[in-house]
């Protein structure tokens, strides 16, 4: 089975611009999380997706961070503006069903974001 | 929230020895599922070992296996005879029907 797909994997830009992330999940899986990862710290949960829905964006700086699941598939996480803390790892994962809390995370690769 | 705490911010064991990452978490779930994942330089999350709540038989996945204490809240990774491979950062994970949180993670050193 193919896993989570993730582009670009590195990004760098200035403060005050724009950027935005790509995540294709696993195929089937009703579940989908972007995570935020900065150095030296575990992942922090920005938003989860169940189909095109968004069960949980409590943590998720809504005033320049915004993210989407169209058709239920692929998601998309934009950042405008940018801040210099916001340099960090956005890693995408993927799960079976939210109800299904067994089932394990499924993750991509992460795109490495540096702000300027 | 339920809160997941990684004492270790580093180990580091000789190749071949047993080492031990320790992890507690604070919850007053009953049903809930706790998971190791590695994450090596190229940064994808990989599934080590996972383990349900109510079964009292701890896990095993080859070199790697848990000891879960539910009482203590304490799910612990031990690795034995470590191998070059096995150096990364070690993250526990909480995951109910409501949480999935993670710990600060543990950077394992393996020395040659």
């Known amino acids: 089975e193919a896993g989570v797909a993730q582009s670009p994997r590195y990004k760098i830009i200035e403060k005050r611009q724009s950027v935005a992330f790509w995540c294709n999940p696993i195929?089937?899986?009703?579940?989908l999380y972007w995570y935020q990862q900065i150095l030296g710290q575990g992942p922090k949960l920005l938003i989860q997706?169940?189909?095109?829905?968004?069960?949980?964006d409590s943590q998720l700086p809504k005033d320049r961070f915004s993210a989407e699941r169209l058709k239920g598939v692929d998601s998309t996480l934009k950042i405008q503006p940018a801040k210099l803390e916001d340099s960090a790892v956005y890693l995408c994962a993927s799960s079976l069903n939210r109800g299904s809390y067994n089932s394990p995370l499924h993750f991509g690769n992460g795109t490495r974001l540096t702000v300027t | 929230a339920q809160t997941v705490t990684q004492s270790q911010p580093e180990m580091s064991v000789q190749e071949a020895e047993t080492v031990t990452l320790s992890c507690t978490y604070d919850?007053?779930?009953?049903?809930?599922?706790l998971f190791w994942y590695k994450q090596p330089p190229s940064r994808q999350m990989i599934l080590v070992i996972r383990q349900e709540a109510y079964k009292q038989q701890n896990a095993t996945e080859n070199r790697f296996s848990v000891n879960f204490q539910k009482a203590a809240k304490s799910f612990s990774l031990k690795i034995s005879d470590s191998q070059l491979g096995d150096a990364a950062m070690y993250f526990c994970?909480?995951?109910?029907?409501?949480?999935?949180?993670f710990g600060k993670g543990t950077h394992l050193i393996i020395q040659p």
């Open positions: 919850t007053s779930e009953s049903d809930y599922y």
């Open positions: 997706f169940q189909n095109n829905g968004v069960v949980d």
């Open positions: 195929s089937g899986h009703a579940t």
């Open positions: 994970a909480y995951r109910s029907a409501h949480w999935i949180n």
